[in-house]
């Protein structure tokens, strides 16, 4: 990327060329440092041509461009062509049909290896949901969902009232900005069945390295306390005001777990039950100084955000989850790789999303 191309992003001025500039030396790392390597087993020809449209829909979003235009442009820029070098996607035909085609790919979405750009660390995350609106068109729709007959459904959203939409879940990497599990729930699923299966059973360990989740207030219940610590797990979420003191007591009087009392060891035991009191100990410490975690947890915040205003994560025109499942999640897949990259380019990333947001046809 050109020194040239940063400093404006920074002073948030961007011109055609800047712009262009940006969106290729993105690409270019994200297929050489990711989609070489996406899938565990060796790629199909579908998953080749998956990979090149990936590639022309990150390129997309951050240009603004329609599908049309992106080819018009693809058919005068050598340096387009030879970063993407086309072999299945390389025509505006075969990109409609492709895209038509792409929903029948979703499962192998599942399969692949969630890589980033390059930045290691794996103990400090942060869990946080949000509703991903779906466009309902008509009436009808609208009685559909009442009814149940969708897995979308009617919610509350504090910027726009009553919306229709999926509540997303994302685990998020805080050392390597990237995505550790994400999952599209019901949106009345219990705060606890959610925080078992996505925190709990995903990043949770019995003797392993003691791993650190930050979460708000939506996820408080004394029982994600008690299970995180039985999982070796310092979780900071942010208590209700009116169960600080409560929650001090419920967590220094909990019962530890039963694998304690197969140790026969007098040393390892007492070792075992020490680095728990101590990790309680913590969880209440950090817990009740929440405030000081809240600017390491907004991270995850920018990743929605951009998300939903570069990579269009939002007014989807599907109603059923498994439709949803793989618009969503590679949204925030890439919205983490571009998050990586400026991050890396030392790029302010409100500015950087300011001047691409905006495009809302994208997948």
């Excluded at 930045?119 to 400090?124: A, C, K, N, V």
Aim: one cysteine or more.
């Amino acid at each position: 990327m050109k020194i040239e191309t940063i400093s404006k992003i920074n002073k948030g001025e961007l011109d055609g060329e800047s712009t262009l500039d940006f969106a290729l030396s993105h690409a270019e790392k994200v297929k050489e440092g990711v989609l070489q390597s996406w899938f565990k087993k060796e790629a199909s020809r579908n998953d080749k041509a998956l990979n090149e449209f990936l590639l022309i829909e990150i390129i997309r979003s951050i240009l603004g461009a329609e599908p049309r235009c992106f080819f018009v442009l693809l058919s005068v820029s050598r340096r387009l062509r030879a970063l993407l070098d086309l072999k299945y996607v390389d025509d505006l035909e075969r990109y409609k049909y492709f895209k038509r085609k792409i929903k029948n790919l979703k499962g192998r979405l599942r399969e692949i290896s969630k890589r980033s750009l390059g930045t290691e660390g794996d103990e400090s995350f942060a869990f946080d949901s949000s509703i991903v609106t779906a466009d309902l068109n008509g009436y009808r729709n609208g009685k559909k969902v009442k009814k149940g007959e969708y897995d979308a459904r009617f919610t509350y959203s504090t910027t726009k009232g009553t919306v229709i939409g999926f509540q997303t879940l994302l685990l998020f990497n805080l050392e390597k900005f990237s995505v550790r599990k994400f999952e599209i729930y019901p949106i009345n699923a219990s705060t606890k069945k959610m925080w078992k299966e996505m925190v709990c059973d995903e990043i949770g360990t019995k003797g392993g390295k003691k791993k650190t989740v930050i979460a708000d207030g939506g996820f408080f219940a004394y029982e994600n306390y008690i299970q995180s610590a039985n999982h070796r797990i310092e979780s900071i979420i942010n208590p209700r005001c009116d169960c600080r003191e409560n929650l001090k007591e419920k967590l220094e009087n909990m019962s530890p777990r039963l694998e304690l009392f197969e140790i026969h060891d007098p040393e390892k035991k007492e070792k075992v039950m020490s680095e728990m009191k101590n990790l309680v100990s913590s969880i209440i410490e950090k817990s009740l100084n929440y405030d000081e975690y809240k600017k390491k947890r907004s991270t995850i915040e920018k990743i929605f955000k951009i998300a939903k205003q570069i990579y269009g994560v939002k007014d989807l025109h599907v109603y059923h989850k498994e439709g949803a499942y793989w618009k969503i999640f590679i949204g925030f897949y890439f919205s983490c790789l571009l998050y990586q990259d400026l991050k890396d380019e030392k790029i302010n990333v409100d500015r950087a999303v300011g001047l691409f947001a905006d495009n809302t046809d994208v997948w």
